[in-house]
C-alpha cells in the first residue's frame, strides 16, 4: 500500500506536557523503516504547521470552558486540511499525534473524504476512555476528552474546525473498545447516544477475538472504511508507561497485537491515528517502539505465513 505518514505534534488538548513530541518518538522508533520493510511505499508528509487561532476568535462559552482552545483548534484545522490532501492523493494516511484532539480534524477529514467516494465510515476507538465529554460535561476542561463527541455532530465543539464541514459519525459506527475510565455524565451520554461501547469486564469475559469478530463480522467490506484510532493509554501502563493519563488494567502486548492482526486480515482499514504517546514519560523510547510494533500488525507483519482462508480456526 502506499502510506501517508503525518505527525501532529500538539499538547495542548491535554493537561500533561510532552505528547508533541510524540511524531519525533515514533520516526526515532523506526515506524516508516517498519513498514516499508513489509513491502509498503512510505511517504512522509512532515509535521502540520498549525494555523493562527486565539481563544478570542472561538465563541466565548466554548474558550471558558475549554484549555487552550485557540491552540487546539489551529492544530484540528490543519490536520484535517492535511489530511484531506493524503486521503485525495490515495494515500493510506497514518496521524502521528499528539494528544487524542487532533482526531477531530483528522476524522472529520476521512469523513469527508468517506462521503465524496461513497463510503460509510465506521470509528474504531482503542482507548481507557471514551473520549464522549463536551464542553458542558467535561470536568476536566481538556479537550482531548471531547473528541468522539465532536466527531458525532456537537454543536458546541464544532467551532474548532472553523470553516469546514463533515457529516457526523452515526453513532451506531462509532466502536469504543477498552474502556475502564469514564466520567458520570459522560457515560449517561453514551448510554443516551447509543455508542457501542467494550469495556475492559467484556475483554475479560470473552476475549478481544470474540469482541472484534462482532464489530467486524457486521461491516460490509465493498463499502466500509474502517478508522482506527489508537491512543497509548489503550494498553496497560505496564506494557506502555508513555502515557499522561494511564489508567491500570489495560490491553495486554499480545492482546493489542490481536487485535491490529484482526484489523489487517479484514482488510477494512483506511485510516490510523496514533495518540498520546508522551515520550517524556517513556522508559527509553519502549511505549514508541511498541506503538511502532502495533502499526506493523495493523500493516500485515506477522510471525508466520498465513495463507488467506487459513487465518484462524474460524
Ligand atoms: C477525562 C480523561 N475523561 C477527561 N480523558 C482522557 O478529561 O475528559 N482521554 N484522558 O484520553
Ligand atoms: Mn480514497
Ligand atoms: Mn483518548
Ligand atoms: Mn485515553
Known amino acids: 500500500r502506499d502510506i501517508g505518514l503525518l505527525g501532529i505534534p500538539l499538547e495542548a488538548g491535554g493537561a500533561v506536557a510532552g505528547t508533541l513530541m510524540g511524531p519525533a518518538a515514533l520516526r526515532t522508533a523506526g515506524l ?5 520493510g513489509l513491502g509498503h511505499r512510505v511517504h512522509d508528509h512532515g509535521d502540520v504547521t498549525p494555523a493562527a487561532v486565539a481563544d478570542r476568535d472561538l465563541p466565548a462559552e466554548l474558550a471558558a ?4 482552545a485557540g491552540t487546539v483548534a489551529g492544530f484540528v484545522r490543519a490536520a484535517h486540511e492535511r489530511a484531506l490532501s493524503i486521503l485525495e492523493a490515495g494515500r493510506m494516511p497514518v496521524f502521528m499525534g499528539g494528544d487524542h484532539s487532533i482526531s477531530m480534524g483528522t476524522v472529520s477529514a476521512v469523513a469527508r473524504h468517506c462521503a465524496a467516494t461513497g463510503r460509510d465510515l465506521v470509528l474504531l476507538w ?3 476512555h471514551a473520549d464522549f465529554n463536551t464542553p458542558a460535561t467535561s ?3 481538556n479537550i482531548h476528552g471531547m473528541p468522539v463527541a465532536m ?3 456537537d454543536e458546541s465543539l464544532r467551532p474548532l474546525l472553523g470553516e469546514h464541514r463533515f457529516p457526523p459519525l452515526a453513532p451506531e459506527n462509532v466502536h469504543l473498545f477498552g474502556l475502564r475510565s469514564i466520567d458520570q455524565e459522560e457515560r449517561r451520554a453514551i448510554a443516551l447516544n447509543g455508542l457501542d461501547g467494550i469495556d475492559m469486564r467484556l ?3 470473552f476475549g478481544v477475538s470474540v469482541l472484534l469478530r462482532r464489530i467486524l463480522a457486521d461491516l460490509d467490506p465493498a463499502r466500509t472504511h474502517l478508522h482506527v484510532s489508537l491512543d497509548v493509554d489503550f494498553l496497560d ?3 506502555a508507561p508513555g502515557a499522561g493519563t494511564p489508567v491500570p488494567g489495560g490491553a495486554t502486548y499480545r492482546e493489542a497485537h490481536l487485535v491490529m492482526e484482526m484489523l489487517h486480515d479484514s482488510g477494512l482499514v483506511g485510516s490510523l491515528d496514533i495518540v498520546e504517546l508522551n515520550p517524556f514519560l517513556d522508559e527509553r523510547g519502549r511505549s514508541a517502539v511498541v506503538l511502532a510494533e502495533l502499526t506493523a500488525s495493523l500493516f500485515g507483519r506477522s510471525v508466520l505465513d498465513r495463507p488467506a482462508g487459513q487465518r484462524g480456526i474460524a
Not at 65 to 68: E, K
Request: glycine share 8%; hydrophobic share 35%.
Open 65 to 68: 470552558r475549554c484549555r487552550s
Open 203 to 205: 475483554v475479560d469475559e
Open 32 to 36: 516508516a523503516a517498519r513498514l516499508t
Open 139 to 141: 470536568p476536566s476542561g
Open 126 to 128: 482503542l482507548d481507557a
Open 151 to 153: 466527531l458525532c455532530g
Open 237 to 239: 501502563p505496564e506494557v
